[in-house]
């Protein structure tokens, strides 16, 4: 669901699920980002994510090699995929005015709060403050 004036560069991605929604809001830019969704990712309005940048809501498999192996089997062509062990997602939030730069990846469950920068090549696994800048891996605050 795009909010208006949002602008999607053609190498943009969006990879969602059946049961999965993505929203952007009004004013956005989403510039070759890739959107993996499960369940949900919510962008606010006025964000721009940059080139290359990954944000899914999910691992999309499971993490137990047991189960992983059973999930790889299910997802065979010819195989029952109804038979897939379930998968963990968590809804990825995106608050006003945020910048998440080239390269980075915010993983399930993160809320980035309004105003929050992200630094390129970042790797985002908790939540980022309103108005604080991130950079690493795993990401950590510079600037608050």
């Not at 190498?11 to 956005?28: A, K, L, Y």
């Amino acid at each position: 669901v795009l909010g208006d004036d949002v602008v999607v560069y053609g190498w943009t991605v969006f990879n969602v699920e059946p049961t999965g929604v993505v929203t952007v809001g009004h004013g956005s830019i989403l510039v070759g980002a890739v959107l993996m969704c499960q369940q949900e990712i919510a962008v606010g309005s006025g964000v721009v994510v940059s080139y290359q940048v990954t944000i899914a809501d999910s691992d999309f498999h499971p993490r137990d090699p047991a189960q992983r192996k059973h999930d790889a089997e299910a997802s065979a062509p010819f195989a029952d995929p109804a038979s897939r062990p379930e998968i963990e997602s968590r809804p990825v939030r995106i608050g006003d005015g945020a910048w998440i730069g080239i390269g980075a990846i915010v993983l399930k469950g993160v809320q980035i709060g309004a105003g929050a920068r992200v630094g390129a090549g970042s790797v985002v696994t908790r939540d980022v403050p309103a108005g604080t800048t991130v950079e690493g891996n795993p990401a950590r605050v510079v600037v608050s």
